[in-house]
């Protein structure tokens, strides 16, 4: 148990370092914070395309097209054994007047072609959209499976092509994010863990004096650290203050940009803070098992 | 004397004798290959100031290593404060090196610290509490003469200067064994003196001093008990009778130890 002199100096001690090596602990900061800045980029943009790809996923949807000559009480039947599929999320009544509505618009300035038509040709329809765990490939295949053997529907139509295209870059993207997340994130470990290390070949001296008189070794790696932990939290916040400041900058130009949420910089940070923890830790393995050279 | 031959020898009882406080039995310790300690037996009663002499590379620093267990025999048995090299783990080490004090050559103390914080630090150590650190410094740094110094950094003092700080340290927690290794190899004759005379005083309060030197002119000095290595060997272990008369001045031991009169004409 330590008493209150012994607290004070740990304390005072794991700041006492910012101040004894301000060039040392100034670098480390950053390059730990460089290093911090490109995985928050990473991950950043991860999110980014995670978002745009769940965006892009958002426009699978199928259309049920009914046979003609169903009685309105047949057709709103259908509703709730569409709705009752598993994957499907929301189903939309088009009737052929609003079918042919829409048609007209997506025509423009032909429009006047649609009224040369003696009878509206178009037949009634169900929008479906899935839920966003079925907007995939799989999912939409069997929704359309199961529909396509009712009496009641001519014809299902999905933009299958989008899909496969979807699916397909998904894909090449989480690979691709994998590995040179990776890559990052050992590169950003490995620096981080050698910037520590030469910090503490600046302090090794001091460590072994400190085991020649009698401290243990809790008592000597203890503001250590501490220091590494602090190091850990601004190195974070300096990586993600720079990130927060470029994101400001590039929102307007690139607009709908997203950023990290509150809990998700408190996770990169407390992950700055126990990186910083564990690069101290290991580097102050080697030097408390050193011998004290007498 | 005859020690005890091997580690089943009444040692894991304690000490043969109550007074010992170092004891080294039989003693190997080796570098890879290379013997740097060769069977090597004495003790070391309380209180006494021990010159241990040789060339270098005779053995002399790995005799403290021993002592301070930062090194472990290959063979035999190191005893200190009655605790067993065989039976040390490192979790105790620290604990044992509370009792000794350390003198170096090169002084070892810590270059971002003052004066004040190197002596501080070791009491923070054993855990002894800020009034009495405070007090403790003012007595010890008093005692060598520096406590007007007590803000400056390391490198802000002479050589003499810094020895006489890390002799405040050693003795600062009252050890019962001192190790001082070379503790003048730096220094001009006069201030290795005054550090040899600090010495003498902290033997006199009852820690034992192990001396360690390869100056022979300090060693004829002394009227102490001397052990001369070589080669990692004891070559002779003599206890002389005659004590060092402390009424010399220190000019004429100066020059008895040195032999040079312009070291005591300046």
């Not at chain 1, 910090?199 to 072994?208: E, K, P």
Request: hydrophobic residues 45%.
């Amino acid at each position: 148990m330590l008493n209150r002199a012994q607290s004070a100096h740990l304390i005072r001690e794991s700041f006492a370092g910012f101040h004894r090596r301000k060039l040392t602990t100034g670098v480390t900061i950053l390059i730990m914070g460089s290093a911090l800045l490109v995985l928050a980029i990473l991950t950043l943009a991860t999110l980014n395309m995670g978002h745009m790809l769940e965006s892009a996923r958002a426009g699978i949807d199928m259309r049920v097209f009914l046979n003609d000559g169903l009685g309105p009480e047949r057709m709103a039947a259908l509703q709730p054994r569409l709705l009752a599929i598993p994957g499907v999320q929301k189903v939309a009544w088009i009737s052929p007047e609003t079918a042919l509505g829409q048609f007209k618009e997506g025509l423009g300035e032909d429009a006047e072609i649609v009224d040369l038509l003696d009878a509206n040709p178009l037949p009634a329809s169900y929008h479906l959209t899935m839920t966003p765990g079925a907007r995939n490939q799989e999912s939409v295949e069997k929704v359309r499976e199961e529909i396509a053997v009712w009496e009641e529907v001519s014809e299902i139509l999905f933009n299958q092509g989008w899909i496969d295209a979807l699916e397909s870059w998904t894909f090449r993207f989480r690979m691709a994010s994998l590995v040179v997340g990776l890559i990052v994130f050992v590169a950003a470990v490995f620096v981080i863990s050698n910037t520590v290390k030469l910090t503490m070949a600046s302090s090794a001296r001091i460590i072994q004096i400190q085991k020649l008189v009698g401290a243990t070794n809790a008592f000597i790696r203890t503001p250590y650290l501490c220091e590494g932990m602090i190091q850990g939290l601004l190195a974070g916040i300096l990586a993600m203050g720079l990130l927060a400041a470029a994101g400001y900058v590039l929102n307007d130009r690139l607009g709908g940009l997203v950023f990290f949420t509150g809990g998700q910089i408190a996770g990169f940070i407390l992950f700055c803070v126990v990186l910083g923890l564990t690069g101290s830790y290991s580097a102050m393995r080697k030097y408390l098992t050193m011998q004290s050279e007498i | 004397m005859k020690y005890p031959n091997t580690r089943s020898d009444k040692l894991s009882e304690g000490p043969l004798d109550s007074r010992t406080v170092i004891g080294f039995y039989h003693v190997d310790l080796a570098y890879d290959d290379q013997k740097a300690v060769d069977n090597v037996s004495f003790t070391v009663p309380n209180g006494e100031f021990l010159c241990l002499t040789g060339p270098s590379g005779a053995g002399k620093s790995s005799i403290l290593r021993l002592i301070a267990m930062d090194a472990f025999p290959t063979k035999g048995e190191v005893m200190v404060r009655g605790m067993l090299s065989s039976k040390m783990s490192r979790r105790k080490v620290p604990r044992l090196r509370r009792e000794i004090g350390f003198v170096f050559q090169d002084f070892r103390l810590l270059e971002d610290r003052s004066v004040e914080d190197n002596i501080s630090f070791v009491q923070l150590v054993v855990g002894i509490p800020r009034a009495q650190i405070v007090t403790n410094n003012m007595r010890v740094l008093t005692q060598v003469g520096l406590y007007d110094k007590r803000h400056r950094l390391p490198r802000q003092l002479s050589g003499g200067e810094q020895q006489r700080v890390a002799i405040a340290r050693a003795m600062v927690n009252s050890p019962k064994i001192l190790l001082a290794d070379e503790p003048t190899g730096n220094l001009d004759p006069v201030t290795a003196q005054e550090i040899i005379d600090l010495l003498f005083r902290i033997n006199d309060s009852g820690t034992s001093v192990i001396f360690s030197t390869h100056d022979h002119g300090i060693v004829k000095s002394f009227g102490q008990r001397v052990i001369v290595m070589n080669d990692g060997r004891i070559t002779s272990d003599e206890k002389r009778r005659v004590p060092v008369d402390r009424s010399v001045s220190l000019a004429d031991r100066m020059y008895r130890a040195t032999g040079r009169k312009d070291i005591v004409n300046a």
